[in-house]
């Protein structure tokens, strides 16, 4: 529900506009060097209020230590860590109670919890919750990187645009929020990781991956192209004991399990659902449906902060699997 991993496992809680987010990490070696100085610049990445585009809600996001570090080392027992929510304004959602806001899940939540969610700002669904998987993420590139792996991610367009601030400005234009695409690529992966079927390297990190709000799509190496290539074209000769390929149109995964090449894969990001813009919604006080506009403070395009979170969850999965194959070990 809230947990994810085999042996790199983790838990993450809280609310948008409750006391605070934060994430609990199972399984991770003991004698891993943390301090706060290490989540400063992913967790600056992923703020929003710092760049164009952005919403401008402002949050510190220290990281505070509540188990499983003692002298600025990893112990081996549950490590948790809270982040204090302290700039919210939970009446522009008392506000809007009756008319659930559409492309959210306030409709879906209140059918599921029966009206007893926390529907400020999103509750338990908002976004704010991808500071926790930033957090996790910070544990586990610092765990792959003892390995040698390294993870990054950056956008590759908006609203369609490869000139990020033309899409931007398409939105601007518009008073409307818009969409990106996020690409991610994984460097010095040994081969050998996932399972064939339901626990291959792709079905894990697009299960991670479909945890970020506002995920859409995702795909592996050439994706969705593949469809319109031929055998000939697709398939990835392999040119040395290595495993290495002359072409990566497998995107480094083939039969679910990592070959050894460069791990590529993007999401798809929808346009943020809060838009000031007009929209029809249902009040289901009444029973009618009705003019709304979302009011707030929102992100123009939540892909902006996307790339920092991917990389967060692509390193939780990457983990998991190095440390199943024994490739991390249970002390550093």
Known sequence: MNAFGRIFRVTIFGESH?????????GCPAGLSITADDFVTDIER???GTQKGTTPRKEDDLPLFKTGVFNEKSTGAPLTILFDNKNTRSGDYEKQRAVPRPGHADFVAHQKFGGFEDFRGGGHFSGRLTVCLVAAGV???KLAATANVQIEAKILEIGGETDLDKGLQRAIDAKDSI???VECRVTGL????????FDSAESLLSHAAFA??????????TGFAAARMFGTEHNDAI???EGQTATNHAGGVVGGITNGNELVFRIAIKPTSSTPKEQQTLNWETGQTETFSVKGRHDLCIALRVPVVLEAITAIVLTDLLMLEQHIKRVL
């Open 190 to 197: 040994p081969a050998g990781l996932g399972e064939p079927f």
């Open 18 to 26: 409750g006391e605070s987010v934060g994430v609990n990490i199972d």
């Open 139 to 141: 544990i586990a590139k």
């Open 212 to 221: 970020i709000p506002a995920v859409r799509g995702v795909e592996f190496g």
């Open 179 to 181: 969409g990106g695409i």
């Open 46 to 48: 992923r703020k929003g």
């Open 239 to 241: 040119v040395n004991m």
